[in-house]
Structures are given as C-alpha cells and as structure tokens.
C-alpha cells in the first residue's frame, strides 16, 4: 500500500527566512505532485515532477525528486506572508489519477 | 479556458437520505478523479474515470459510487448517507497522457449530514 509522509506538518517561520518541506512516500512511483490549498478553498496545482533528479521552480518555491530515496523536497526561499497555506505533496501508483495524498503541512509565515 | 466546475458547492442532508454531486472537467480532459477531504482523514481518493470507465478504486464503502459520461462529465453518488460523510468533495481533472498528468480541481462541494 502506497504511503506518503510529509515533515514538518506545522512551520512557522519568519519572513524572510529560508526553510525546506519534506515528502516521502513507501513504493516505486516516478511522478510526484505539490499542491497549495488555502484555507476554505481548492488545491492549486504547483509542481509536476515526473522524473528522478526533475527540479522545477516557481517564485520562492522550488521542487525536487529524488525517486531512488522516495523523496520530494518542496525549498521555500525568503518567505513572504502570501506563502501561507497547506502545502501537499501527493503520489500516483503509475496506473492512473489515484493520488494518494500525504497529510500536509501548514505553513505560517510571519512578519 | 474554463476549469473545473463542481455543482452544487454546497449541500446539506440528513441522515439516511442520497445524495448526486456533479463534475464538470475541463475541455479535453478524459481523467476524472473525486477525492474526500476531512480533517481527520485528510485526502481520499474515492475513484477515478477515464473515458467512461472506472479505472481506480479506493477504499471506501458500496455507498460510494460514481459514472463518467461521453462527454467526460462525471457524477458521484453517496447512498443512505452517514454523519461521517460530511466533508469536502473535490474532483479533479487531467488529459492523463503519457506527457501530461497534471491534475487541476474543482472548487469542491461541501456536504453537511445532519
């Protein structure tokens, strides 16, 4: 059974400062998803990652894959208050659009 | 490009009663996914569609049952609805190709039970 964890699951930091997400999940998948929800309302899709070694960046944000360690990073650079919101990161089993979520991590950036 | 469209975005029902949630995907898009949100269990993944037909399950009960139509719009339906059913349904398109497995949601229909 496909498992994902992601760490820390509540972040507060500063703005300004740097600090990484981590997702980890337990089978063989080459294709890993990072969503931002905020509060009340959808996912919006961030990040698409459908390879090992894949790195994409957007804004403040920059994600990797390193599929051989099951492992995502979500790297948020000098935070500014608007990065504030539930970060997930989701896996797919390679058989379709069954994601399997993992339980997010809140993040609060503070002046 | 209109997204996904997810009727109604709110509803509330009582204990017992059925209830049809809507998806609309957007253009093109022949992968059609419904996760439950709730803040206990998270996200779930209920089922998937693709061309019409059912490709992924999830673990949930018979209660939970879904339809794609030709025209990639699906439907859910939950039976003699339970107190534990009241959460956030959100549906989730993508074309699904070899290149493209971009997932986008819908605004999500809020089901209360009562």
């Known amino acids: 059974e496909l498992k994902v964890e992601q760490n820390p699951l509540f972040l507060s930091m500063q703005e300004g400062k740097n600090y990484t997400i981590y997702c980890n999940y337990s089978t063989t998948s080459d294709r890993l998803y990072w969503y931002r929800q905020d509060p009340g309302k959808s996912l919006e899709s961030l990040f698409v990652l459908l390879s090992n070694g894949a790195v994409k960046q957007e804004g403040r944000l920059m994600a990797s894959l390193d599929t051989k360690a099951r492992l995502s990073t979500l790297h948020i650079t000098a935070a500014v208050h608007d990065l504030s919101a539930t970060y997930f990161c989701?896996?797919?089993?390679?058989?379709?659009?069954?994601?399997?979520f993992g339980p997010g991590t809140r993040l609060s950036v503070l002046p | 490009k209109a997204g996904v469209t997810q009727t109604p975005r709110y509803l509330i029902k009582t204990r017992g009663q059925q209830v049809t949630l809507s998806c609309s995907p957007i253009s093109g898009h022949r992968s059609v996914s419904w996760y439950q949100q709730t803040p206990g269990q998270g996200l779930q993944f209920l089922f998937e569609y693709f061309s019409e037909t059912q490709r992924n399950k999830g673990n949930f009960p018979g209660r939970f049952s879904g339809r794609q139509f030709s025209n990639s719009r699906s439907e859910m339906n939950v039976s003699t609805l339970e107190l534990g059913d009241s959460a956030l349904y959100l549906c989730a398109s993508s074309p699904w190709t070899t290149m493209n497995t971009e997932a986008f949601f819908g605004q999500g229909t809020r089901l209360t039970v009562v």
């Open positions: 989701a896996v797919d089993d390679n058989y379709g659009q069954n994601f399997v």
